[in-house]
């Protein structure tokens, strides 16, 4: 039940993005700078994330837990939409500092503009940008072995939850066996000798 929702993951709650870094503050008609198109990439990715997936479906995929715990329910997602937003700008300011992203990004837009006015061929800059290639595949593939981890502990979780599902669903057929022969010993007694 919960593999099949593993997608379903937001709604419209606020989004955690670094100050300035809104779709807002990039004007057309003008060169945009790549950080502000990081940072709006970003945006767009969160939005779309948070648009994929609705409390709605949320409840769907945890159909049991929220009808017995409606309130509990929104709470956990609120909680869950909040902290995967929080984690994602971190983790992309992180990159951002542990790369000095902004700087290097700066710097190729002003190679960029210096480069238009320029005869020269452009392979002159190949060592250069062969390097932050290289340095750039490290860190997706460290990225990627840390996503795999992190999907792996997600999917444990799942197996907790429908445990946990499964557990309830035991303890409230025992009980309402439990209150069937309360019932019947209780009529037994109230019964004419």
């Not at 503050?25 to 997936?53: C, E, H, N, P, Y």
């Not at 956990?76 to 542990?98: G, P």
């Amino acid at each position: 039940m919960a593999e099949a929702c593993s997608a379903n993951l937001g709604r419209g709650s606020e989004k955690r993005r670094p100050e300035g870094s809104s779709p807002e503050s990039v004007t057309t008609g003008t060169t945009i700078s790549r950080v502000k198109l990081l940072d709006t990439m970003v945006d767009t990715f969160l939005q779309k994330l948070v648009a994929a997936g609705s409390y709605q479906r949320f409840t769907d995929c945890y159909k049991r837990f929220y009808q017995l715990q409606p309130e509990m329910t929104q709470r956990i997602y609120d909680k869950f939409i909040t902290q995967l937003q929080t984690s994602i700008w971190e983790e992309i300011s992180e990159i951002k500092e542990e790369g000095n992203l902004e700087a290097v990004l700066n710097t190729l837009d002003k190679i960029v503009e210096e480069g238009k006015d320029r005869k020269e061929p452009a392979w002159a800059m190949a060592p250069y940008f062969l390097q932050q290639r290289d340095t750039l595949q490290h860190r997706v593939q460290k990225q990627e072995a840390e996503n795999r981890q992190l999907a792996d502990a997600v999917l444990a979780g799942r197996r907790q939850v429908e445990e946990l599902q499964l557990q309830v669903q035991a303890q409230q057929q025992a009980w309402q066996a439990l209150h069937r022969e309360q019932r019947e010993l209780v009529a037994v007694l109230r019964e004419p000798e």
